[in-house]
């Protein structure tokens, strides 16, 4: 089949061209102007059929006038060639096989056929259509795909000058409120900044000049004292080596008094009010904010090699392959593993697998839904054998842990027991530990709350160090 497609416009103005040999007519109809796929289809089809009528009117006469020379004569190249589809070019359109018409269309072989074809040729037993039928049938499918485009050419004119202009027209506004949200955040923070830090410092130098006041009296008052305690000698040694015997014995009481006046001005001590205080320093919204910004900043979580150290984890837990969960074992699942001096062997602990001992560092514990665990940081001399207290997190002067348990926190070091407020449950604790300043921080990254802060002198190299009695926790990276 050798036709030619009409290449049309899906809309189409007033003023279209009428198709070859019809009258001129006016548009009639809003149907006409609304879907002008209608009127440019049946246009095409008005021009098949004109066609197609000459086309047979042409095939009629070169039948009748070449019809008796060798019985129709020669066949030209291109029908020969189509032979084998058995379609002849598109301007006779008749059978190789049978002269007949082509106006049928074999479906099986996808190809036009005769009607002598489809009865007793090679297509018989296929699914055939009158040629008619199929090409009402394609014309019928691409209205339907014309028109499912010409409405989506709607819907994209629509979101382009509707949905995108509104877009756009907004997002000037909304791209204002939001940088005025964030500068007005900073601008709060920065603020409340500059008041704490010009509160703590004014704190800081109260306490420096407290100090100050405090040496300076201290050294006036012994240097006095010392001065009356060298005289009070010096004349004492006088008295000693140049009062006769006699007289030495009728000054006795003298010698008492002066002996008394120099016990009378005591001993020096050294205490506390001779130190700058370190709460003097000390802010919850600092602290809070440095603690965000390490724990939360570029470099939060630490270190991505820290892993738990599997020659510590106790039998009564399973390290995950990648090191990083502890999973509470039942008693039926538990196993001996070998035995290793390293290892916990009745309390469910383990360490970590990095130690520190310089600079700032922070490591983030997913806890999940886990009821009973422990987290901290401990020496690596901690006893790792027996149940007594001293392999037992936070009931030692080598641990300091926070705890769950029962639905209570609390932070554990040496025994003691500190309850904390927890408004709400944590998903994560995050410790931190800033070695400079010997203190170590708990915090809940979540809803930025500090858990607990203590500054503690610490001795050692410390390790991560964490206990789990309930499902399972994890180092997260």
């Not at 927890?422 to 930025?448: A, H, N």
């Not at 503690?456 to 926790?473: E, G, M, N, W």
Request: aromatic letters at 6%.
């Amino acid at each position: 089949m050798s036709e030619q497609l009409v290449t049309c416009e899906l809309t189409c103005s007033g003023s279209a061209r009428e198709p070859p040999g019809d009258p001129p007519r006016r548009e009639s109809s809003n149907m006409d102007r609304e879907q002008p796929i209608f009127s440019v289809l049946i246009g095409g089809a008005k021009d098949r059929t004109a066609a197609a009528a000459a086309v047979e009117e042409g095939d009629t006469a070169v039948r009748s006038s070449g019809g008796g020379a060798g019985g129709g004569g020669a066949a030209s190249p291109s029908a020969t060639s189509d032979t084998e589809s058995g379609i002849f070019s598109g301007e006779c359109e008749l059978c190789v096989e049978h002269e007949s018409e082509l106006d049928w269309f074999c479906g099986t072989e996808q190809k036009l056929i005769c009607s002598h074809c489809a009865i007793v040729g090679p297509c018989h037993g296929h699914t055939v259509t009158p040629l008619a039928k199929r090409v009402s049938a394609i014309r019928n499918e691409m209205v339907d795909v014309c028109e499912k485009m010409q409405l989506q050419a709607l819907r994209m004119e629509r979101f382009i000058d509707q949905t995108l202009t509104v877009k756009e027209q907004k997002l000037q506004a909304s791209a204002s409120r939001a940088r005025e949200h964030v500068l007005a955040q900073v601008s709060a923070a920065r603020e409340a900044l500059e008041e704490e830090e010009q509160r703590l410092l004014e704190e800081v130098q109260r306490e420096e000049e407290r100090v100050e006041q405090c040496l300076l009296t201290q050294r006036a008052h012994w240097s006095q004292a010392l001065v009356n305690l060298s005289q009070t000698r010096s004349r004492l040694v006088h008295t000693l080596t140049h009062t006769p015997d006699t007289q030495l014995v009728t000054s006795v009481q003298d010698i008492v008094e002066r002996v008394e006046e120099a016990e009378g001005v005591g001993e020096p001590c050294d205490t506390e009010q001779l130190n700058l205080n370190p709460g003097c320093s000390d802010s919850k919204l600092l602290r809070g904010l440095w603690a965000t910004a390490v724990l939360l900043g570029p470099n939060a979580h630490g270190s991505s090699s820290l892993k738990f150290d599997g020659r510590t984890v106790s039998p009564l837990l399973s390290l995950s392959e990648d090191s990083c969960t502890l999973t509470f074992l039942l008693k039926k699942t538990r196993q001996s593993p070998l035995y290793d001096p390293a290892r916990f062997d009745c309390w469910p602990n383990a360490l970590g697998s990095l130690s520190v001992f310089s600079g700032t560092h922070s490591w983030m514990v997913d806890v999940g839904q886990c009821g009973a665990f422990k987290v901290g940081v401990c020496y690596a001399s901690l006893e790792r054998k027996g149940s007594g207290n001293n392999a037992r997190l936070g009931y030692n002067a080598q641990s300091w842990v926070l705890s769950r348990y029962d639905g209570d926190y609390s932070f554990c070091h040496a025994g003691e027991k500190v309850p904390l407020q927890v408004v709400r449950t944590p998903k994560r604790i995050g410790v931190l530990l800033d070695w400079p300043s010997q203190t170590l921080l708990f915090y809940e990254p979540d809803s930025c709350t500090l858990l607990h802060c203590i500054t503690q002198h610490f001795s050692a190299p410390l390790l991560l160090a964490c206990a789990v009695t309930d499902r399972s926790i994890t180092i997260v990276h």
